[in-house]
């Protein structure tokens, strides 16, 4: 039995090491991945997937050494400025939307970010997701503060706490059918914790830069066949 793939995840991943593999200086790995969510998300709009979640930048990228982190945030920048005139977003619709502690990222970015968001937002053809600042864990956490926050002021009675109330404190609540890793990891490093629970995963060999078309469509292919019992 087919499935339709209506939400998509992909965990970004290799950009260092596809340039540390070619002897390149690693920014130009984070260009040309920059470079290839562009094409990717045409792949999807091609395969009918009406919502994407990129993971671009986790909370423990935070560490990462300052040149390589403020050119990250540089190229942020740069990207999603260039989405604020993009006739394709326009054309097509696209929601934008930010799920993280977007807060600790540099001011100028957020602007940035804050700006697409309201542009979009009344957008409803398509949806794109960045996870970015982003953490399954620290979502978690922040929805639990959320909801203790309202039980404190008597909003949330305790005992009416149930799995709808939690989803709503989430960032995200919308689950991603299929979860896509490349660069050969085969683990989903706090991705969508929640809202993955059930979503089938998809492990490419292949650096985030070097996917291809081919690649994307091996693994739509794959879940389209495959059976979807959740826990049944």
Not at 100 to 119: F, I, N, S, W, Y
Not at 174 to 203: C, M, N, V
Not at 224 to 232: A, E, K, L, S, V
């Amino acid at each position: 039995m087919e499935h339709s793939l209506n939400h998509l995840g992909i965990i970004v991943d290799g950009n260092r090491r596809f340039a540390k593999r070619l002897m390149l200086n690693l920014w130009k790995g984070h260009e040309w991945g920059a470079k290839k969510v562009r094409e990717f998300l045409r792949w999807c709009k091609d395969a009918g997937i009406r919502e994407v979640t990129l993971y671009v930048f986790s909370l423990e990228n935070f560490n990462r050494p300052k040149k390589e982190f403020d050119y990250l945030m540089s190229l942020f920048k740069k990207e999603f400025t260039a989405l604020l005139t993009d006739k394709e977003i326009e054309d097509d619709k696209v929601r934008i939307n930010f799920v993280g502690r977007t807060h600790l990222l540099p001011k100028d970015v957020q602007a940035v970010m804050k700006k697409l968001e309201m542009k979009t937002k009344n957008y409803n053809n398509y949806k794109l997701n960045f996870a970015i600042a982003y953490s399954g864990r620290a979502e978690i956490v922040d929805a639990l503060k959320s909801i203790a926050e309202k039980v404190k002021q008597r909003k949330i009675s305790p005992n009416k706490i149930n799995e709808a109330i939690i989803e709503k404190h989430l960032y995200l609540s919308s689950e991603p059918d299929l979860i896509i890793r490349t660069s050969g990891e085969q683990r989903t490093s706090g991705f969508l914790l929640w809202q993955g629970s059930y979503s089938e995963l998809y492990f490419c060999k292949k650096f985030w830069p070097e996917i291809t078309k081919k690649d994307f469509l091996k693994a739509v292919n794959s879940y389209t066949i495959r059976d979807r019992r959740f826990g049944r």
